[in-house]
T-cell receptor, first 115, second 114 residues
Framework: AQKITQTQPGMFVQEKEAVTLDCTYD???????LFWYKQPSSGEMIFLIY??????QNATEGRYSLNFQKARKSANLVISASQLGDSAMYFC????????????FGKGTLLTVNP | NAGVTQTPKFQVLKTGQSMTLQCAQD?????MSWYRQDPGMGLRLIHY???????DQGEVPNGYNVSRSTTEDFPLRLLSAAPSQTSVYFC?????????????FGSGTRLTVV
């Protein structure tokens, strides 16, 4: 069964600095997708970035990049130049069983950006 | 586009009551699913559907029922509410062909069972 592990329950970062949120996964699937979602205090789930298991390059979306190390089964999220609005819960997730319609989520990391 | 619409946003139930959480999407997504979010647990899959008339169980299906009579709608029914079902519920939809932006979540329903 798939499993996502986020080992950092909480993280603090100074405004304008970079921060890395850790995510490791366990799966026997050859084809899978990895996602990062942001959940601000308002509660909605906001898609940030996606990495496919066969993608050779790390995904980037603006200030977000995904450090994908397939052999180590890690998919860390890097946020550059942190902003106060980045304070939120961040979830790592992956597709289950090669499907696109079932996700397994980690328990999340609460990021706080200090001014 | 409205995306994924969930109603209600908040609900308080008494133990034993039944209710239906509504979910509708207007993006013609084939796949729809329900998740629950509990503190410290992340999101867990309750039920999912790959198309009209086809549903299946996820990780935590007990106490919930679903049906998918149309592509647009995927209601979640609580048969006899229990305090353990106090949670935030999210509906999500996606394309079948795996587009990376295909996952869309609703804004959530916060349910309290007393």
């Amino acid at each position: 069964a798939q499993k996502i592990t986020q080992t950092q329950p909480g993280m603090f970062v100074q405004e304008k600095e970079a921060v890395t949120l850790d995510c490791t996964y366990d799966t026997s699937d050859q084809s899978y997708g990895l996602f990062w979602y942001k959940q601000p205090s308002s509660g909605e789930m906001i898609f940030l970035i996606y990495q496919g298991s066969y993608d050779e390059q790390n995904a980037t979306e603006g200030r977000y990049s995904l450090n994908f190390q397939k052999a180590r089964k890690s998919a860390n999220l890097v946020i550059s130049a942190s902003q106060l609005g980045d304070s939120a819960m961040y979830f790592c997730a992956m597709t289950q069983g090669g499907s696109n319609y079932k996700l397994t989520f980690g328990k999340g990391t609460l990021l706080t950006v200090n001014p | 586009n409205a995306g994924v619409t969930q109603t209600p946003k908040f609900q308080v139930l008494k133990t034993g009551q039944s209710m239906t959480l509504q979910c509708a999407q207007d993006m013609n997504h084939e796949y729809m699913s329900w998740y629950r979010q509990d503190p410290g647990m992340g999101l867990r899959l309750i039920h999912y559907s790959v198309g009209a008339g086809i549903t299946d169980q996820g990780e935590v299906p007990n106490g919930y029922n679903v049906s998918r009579s149309t592509t647009e709608d995927f209601p979640l029914r609580l048969l006899s509410a229990a305090p353990s079902q106090t949670s935030v519920y999210f509906c999500a939809s996606s394309y079948s062909r795996g587009e990376i932006y295909g996952y869309t979540f609703g804004s959530g329903t916060r349910l309290t069972v007393v």
